[in-house]
């Protein structure tokens, strides 16, 4: 990402699904929202599910390189981050720390993936990207970020209809200092997803998906 588009998100992001090594998510999918009703969906029922993360880049406690636990400090004693309770308030649910989780569906939210043309990129590397815009029930935005589009990521969401989103201060998408993507391990990924919900600092639910393109 370049300076400019680094200044035009709020934070790091990362499109993938469900079942990718460094998530293990296999959600037990509850309360729905479908024009018959609330259905309960099993995994098997919608495999690979569509999922975005947005890593908070300005939260208590998180550096460059992720979040820092308090000296001492014990799981009851995390500080609350602004961000997180914030969002739960609008219906989203903190993750637990194993692989399975209900998610709920929120009303309101919606995940909007906006074109981001680069042609230089694109003539050279042959990318394109977009803007994936997190907003909450009152059309405000909650956060920014800027991924390369993936086809079938999108053609899945939107399939489905909706997209798991998952926000923290640690989902696995900071590496170490100077790590390169290709260091930075799916297995290493997953540690550092799991410790953030451990901590209680990921929250996420089912957000209705809307295509720009």
């Known amino acids: 990402m370049s300076q400019y588009q680094f200044e035009q998100v709020d934070d790091l ?19 729905l929202e479908t ?26 406690g998180v550096g460059y390189f992720g979040y820092v ?19 739960i308030l609008f219906g989203m649910r903190r993750l637990p720390p194993d692989v399975y989780c209900e ?21 050279s590397y042959g990318y394109a990207y ?10 405000e935005i909650y956060s920014r970020t800027w991924v390369p589009h993936d086809p079938e990521w999108a053609a899945a969401a939107l399939r489905h209809g909706y997209v798991v989103c998952l926000c923290g201060v640690e989902l696995g998408i900071r590496g170490l200092y100077a790590m390169t993507d290709a260091q930075h391990t799916p297995g290493m990924r997953h ?14 639910g ?3 998906y809307v295509d720009h393109r």
């Open 69 to 87: 636990v308090p000296k001492g400090a014990s799981l009851d004693e995390i500080p609350e981050e602004p961000q997180i309770e914030g969002a």
């Open 206 to 208: 089912l957000v209705t």
């Open 103 to 123: 998610l709920p569906s929120l009303p309101g939210w919606e995940l909007h993936e906006i074109p981001d043309e680069q042609p230089k990129l694109a003539q």
């Open 13 to 31: 992001g990362r499109i993938l699904f469900c079942d990718d090594p460094a998530l293990q998510l296999e959600c037990v999918l509850g309360g």
């Open 130 to 139: 977009s803007r994936l815009e997190l907003r909450t029930p009152d059309g």
């Open 191 to 204: 540690e550092s997803f799991r410790r953030g919900c451990a901590l209680g600092l990921t929250i996420g």
């Open 35 to 60: 024009a018959e009703g609330t259905v309960t969906l099993h995994p098997a029922q919608t495999p690979r599910l569509p999922t975005a993360l947005f890593e908070f880049r300005h939260a208590l």
